[in-house]
């Protein structure tokens, strides 16, 4: 891992992760739908096993890849990340020891961190016939604060972008190794959490880390609270909706 991912090694980062929206429960039935036999899935760039932990509600056995040890290590201790049917792996997607064949692969807000030109191919290897590769995402859906709040962040943040999941998706459509089928998206769910814990998840992402930022985290915290209190919130509600690219094989 290099770059920005090297930020999700840290523990801190790791158990900031709770504070992360979930998946809405919608997510889950769209892949539980599509699993193909042997009923194995593979979830490449498991995290916290915020997708994989669920999953085994319905699978035969889930492979849960990531190369931290510190998001697996919180993954473990997590509700579900004892299950029988979970197996953590620590490695990366490019080379990490698999045991296929996979009904499903899986890659929740991570494919845009592999490198494509090597996962791709591998992912074709390993799946079943007829199993998909599913591309998961949360779009958070917020209220009028959200240009402040996003102008703070861009000038904290240590790069102005690095590629996401939309980046992913067209990259494996222009692949040649799979092509994409269509998308899904859910219902926005009702999610609530205080200031304080959207801040802290801020700093679980990427650019926003408090190692990042240093000295400026309080500065950053500060501006950030500053914008809820003009507007009386202590309380933030917005609406999180799943979204699942699917991609076959072509």
Request: charged content about 25%; some cysteine; proline content about 6%.
């Amino acid at each position: 891992m290099s770059g920005l991912g090297e930020v999700f090694t840290d523990d801190v980062v790791a158990r900031l992760y709770r504070r992360r929206p979930p998946y809405p429960e919608a997510v889950f039935a769209m892949l539980r739908r599509r699993l193909e036999s042997p009923g194995t899935i593979l979830d490449a760039g498991a995290g916290t096993g915020a997708l994989a932990r669920t999953m085994t509600t319905f699978a035969e056995r889930v492979d849960a890849l990531d190369p931290s040890a510190a998001m697996i290590a919180e993954g473990r201790r997590l509700p579900g990340g004892g299950d029988g049917r979970l197996r953590w792996i620590l490695g990366r997607a490019e080379d990490a020891p698999l045991a296929p064949p996979y009904g499903l692969i899986t890659c929740g807000v991570s494919l845009h961190w592999m490198d494509l030109a090597v996962v791709l191919p591998r992912f074709r290897e390993v799946l079943a016939p007829g199993a998909h590769l599913a591309i998961v995402d949360n779009q958070n859906i917020h209220g009028p604060y959200r240009d402040e709040v996003w102008k703070i962040t861009d000038r904290y943040a240590a790069t102005s972008h690095h590629p996401e999941t939309p980046e992913a998706v067209a990259a494996v459509r222009a692949s040649g190794v799979f092509r994409i089928e269509d998308e899904e998206r859910t219902d926005p769910m009702p999610f609530e959490q205080s200031v304080d814990e959207y801040i802290e998840f801020l700093h679980s992402t990427s650019t926003l880390t408090r190692r990042q930022l240093g000295e400026r985290a309080k500065s950053f915290d500060d501006e950030v609270r500053t914008v809820f209190a003009r507007r009386g919130i202590a309380q933030l509600r917005y609406g999180v909706v799943g979204i699942v690219t699917w991609a076959a094989i072509a």
